[in-house]
């Protein structure tokens, strides 16, 4: 049997082999029943909406209860217990369906936790079928369209400085760009290959994004062509960031918030409005007294359940995410935004998560810091100076000088070489003011200048 580091590599070389992708990904039986559940849902009133998420929802407990976890569990959805990231760390295989056609993953989240996570074809295949949907409207699928991914991943060594800064898979239509290499010196490079490229749909993150943004603006440059769609997920878009890629860069933005873990799926084409999906999981906002209320609204739990993943089929999972919902909100109204009939505002929090380079960029993505990193229970991340950067990890008896390089390897292949890296085994992790344990520290602050130019640009 292949050991899991083997079914990575493989999962990774497949992602940029167009058959093998095509293959996988557009499955045309789940397709068309991801798109006939959707527009099910889209024709139903909230009686059938609820039908639907619960006979789903019993064909998810059916399988879930053939994990460990879920032996001798009950048939009531509201009688299974929340479960969430801690015991997916400690414990994973008790969350694991049998079975040989399993794709492996794996997440750190917003908390340094190291995760590892199983999902079926089937899955994989319905997750872009949502992706799809997103960008219907404008005739595109991600199989067709061609798709620039600015995402924060490197391409190749961050010490490497000579262009190329990207490489194009699936026969030319899509370009990954490395984007841990764009920096001041680097940008006319960016710009021209994005001019040549053409692409129908920029894929990027909220971090990238600002640095695109704060770098053509300090230069002076601009695109050459408009970028018809930008979608944006991993973080919080702010309204100012979105306001400025729709005006300069000529593009409709689509948001989206979903999870490593494929529980559920929202997605906005509107400044301040976002929609959960419910044909992709089940979702409940878990309100409380102790939900932080602020200008925004209510910072409501998101506890979901995922309806295509059978190979880790997760109930009540406690995404560690908070919905902002209006503050008056009432039990019905949080109902029918779960069930996609209201909308609500976004998503609390998650955009911290960057250090700062001494060029002054943003560098995101370090949620994969943790990733495959044995004997690691949490890490978190301490900038200290611009040039210098922290890896704090609380670990078991176990660990190893190889898992100190496994970590710094991680982070070197989103952080350049003009910062330090260090790991430093810590008996505790600094928590906030509101006792959450950040991700991300920083002792320096965003250079003065691209805050005044995004104020500025919006």
């Known amino acids: 049997m292949l050991r899991r580091s083997q079914l990575l590599s493989i999962a990774s070389a497949a992602k940029k082999h167009l058959g093998v992708d095509l293959i996988l990904r557009y499955n045309p039986l789940v397709r068309r029943k991801v798109f006939r559940l959707m527009a099910a849902f889209e024709a139903a009133d909230a009686r059938e909406r609820q039908r639907l998420t619960d006979l789903l929802t019993d064909r998810v407990l059916e399988k879930a209860r053939r994990t460990p ?29 049998r079975g040989p056609l399993r794709v492996p993953a794996a997440t750190g989240g917003t908390t340094g936790l190291p995760i590892k996570l199983w999902r079926s074809p089937v899955c994989v295949a319905a997750e872009q079928a949502f992706l799809d949907h997103m960008v219907r409207l404008h005739g595109l699928t991600w199989a067709t369209a061609r798709v620039a991914s600015m995402r924060p ?60 943004v704060f770098l053509m603006h300090l230069s002076g440059r601009k695109l050459k062509a408009p970028l018809p769609i930008v979608l944006t997920s991993s973080a919080r878009l702010d309204s100012e ?5 729709e005006r300069e860069w000529g593009a409709t933005v689509y948001d989206y918030y979903g999870q490593a873990e494929r529980v559920c799926f929202a997605a906005s084409s509107r400044l301040g409005e976002f929609w959960f999906n419910p044909a992709y999981g089940r979702v409940e906002l878990a309100s409380s007294e102790t939900d932080e209320m602020t200008d925004e609204g209510r910072h409501t739990r998101i506890i979901a359940t995922g309806f295509w993943n059978s ?36 998503i609390a929090g998650r955009t911290d998560e960057f250090v700062i380079s001494p060029e002054g960029t943003r560098i995101g993505g370090l949620n994969c810091v943790p990733w495959e990193v044995e ?84």
């Open 69 to 97: 976890s879920g032996q001798g569990r009950g048939q009531r959805y509201a009688d299974w217990p929340v479960s969430n990231n801690l015991q997916l760390r400690d414990a994973p295989d008790r969350f694991v369906c």
């Open 153 to 212: 991943h490197a391409t190749k060594s961050t010490a490497d400085l000579s262009p190329p800064f990207g490489i194009e898979t699936h026969r030319g239509r899509r370009l990954i760009l490395s984007s841990p290499h764009l920096s001041p010196a680097t940008l006319p490079w960016f710009l021209d290959r994005l001019a040549s490229f053409r692409p129908e749909i920029l894929w990027t993150t909220p971090t990238v994004g600002a640095n695109l």
């Open 241 to 245: 960031l979105r306001q400025t890629m």
């Open 311 to 346: 190979a880790m089929p997760l109930v009540r999972y406690d995404t560690g995410d908070r919905a902002i919902v209006p503050t008056n909100a009432t039990e019905n109204d949080l109902r029918a935004i779960s069930l996609g009939l209201q909308p609500f505002f976004g």
């Open 375 to 458: 004997n690691v229970l949490q890490v978190q991340i301490v900038q200290e100076a611009f040039d210098s950067v922290v890896i704090r990890a609380l670990t078991l008896p176990n660990f190893r000088p190889a898992d100190v390089a496994r970590l710094e390897a991680n982070a070197r292949a989103k952080i350049p070489g003009s910062m330090a890296i260090r790991v430093e085994l810590a008996d505790s992790l600094q928590a906030g003011p509101h006792g959450k344990t950040p991700y991300v520290i920083r002792k320096v602050d965003p250079t003065p200048s691209r805050s005044a130019l995004l104020t500025e640009a919006a």
